[in-house]
């Protein structure tokens, strides 16, 4: 149980273009969602935090405009890249996890290019 | 706020040795702890966790020690193997549903 799906796995875009990439809970409803951004040989940055329901709380630094977090069910969350430049290109993982449950369940990662 | 220290790496061992990867905690409260596994090119796994003092999480040969005198967490296992190469993140949550703070992330590489 408990399992965490990303979509896609791997995207290549061309500069200034937007990825969507999509989180799902398959089989348990998570009421909170967490995106991760991770580059080269370093741990991971929490980007934000996503409640269903109600506005995502984004870490210091992260622009919100840029990274449009929408939480719309209890087992989907989607993080959009917009107006996608080189720098953004990174390993980005989302996790899920309940209220009451003091565990993350992480899904496999996004590889985002960005040419 | 909370904190997590790893040992510095890379860390590189010949197949059988033992590992010892150690992590320290600072955290206000009660924290539940954590070890995940990154392999190339993949999200994390928890590899184990505990969730008070003296508590021994272990899975697959590892084991790590709640340690709440030293705030320590550190993993080890008696004898690791190529498939073990991989990068070990020690993590907390100090209330349930709430963010993860990780370590710096160890890599591991074991060498036949």
């Known amino acids: 149980g408990a399992v965490v799906s990303q979509h896609p796995s791997r995207v290549i875009c061309k500069s200034g273009t937007s990825v969507k990439i999509e989180c799902r809970s398959l089989d348990f409803q998570a009421t909170t969602m967490f995106w991760y951004r991770q580059f080269p040989k370093q741990s991971l940055m929490l980007m934000a935090t996503?409640?269903?329901?109600?506005?995502?709380?984004?870490e210091q630094g992260v622009e919100k405009d840029k990274f449009l977090i929408n939480h719309a069910s209890l087992t989907l969350s989607t993080l959009t890249v917009t107006s996608a430049h080189p720098e953004d290109s990174s390993f980005y993982i989302c996790?899920?996890?309940?209220?009451?449950?003091?565990?993350?369940?992480f899904g496999p990662g996004t590889r985002l290019t960005v040419l | 706020g909370n904190s997590v220290t790893q040992m510095e790496g890379p860390v590189t061992l010949s197949e059988e040795a033992f590992l010892t990867i150690n992590c320290t905690y600072t955290?206000?409260?009660?924290?539940?702890l954590f070890w995940y596994v990154q392999y190339p090119g993949e999200g994390l796994q928890l590899l184990l966790k505990?969730?008070?003092?003296?508590d021994k999480g272990s899975n697959k040969g590892f084991e790590a020690t709640y340690r709440k005198e030293t705030t320590s967490f550190h993993l080890e296992k008696g004898s690791v193997q190529v498939s073990d190469s991989a990068v070990y993140f020690c993590?907390?949550?100090?209330?349930?549903?709430?963010?993860?703070?990780f370590g710096e992330g160890t890599q591991l590489t074991v060498n036949p």
């Open positions: 996503s409640n269903e329901g109600s506005k995502a709380t984004y």
């Open positions: 505990a969730t008070k003092a003296d």
């Open positions: 955290a206000t409260g009660y924290p539940s």
């Open positions: 996790s899920a996890t309940i209220v009451s449950y003091n565990e993350q369940f």
């Open positions: 993590a907390l949550i100090e209330t349930s549903g709430s963010r993860l703070t």
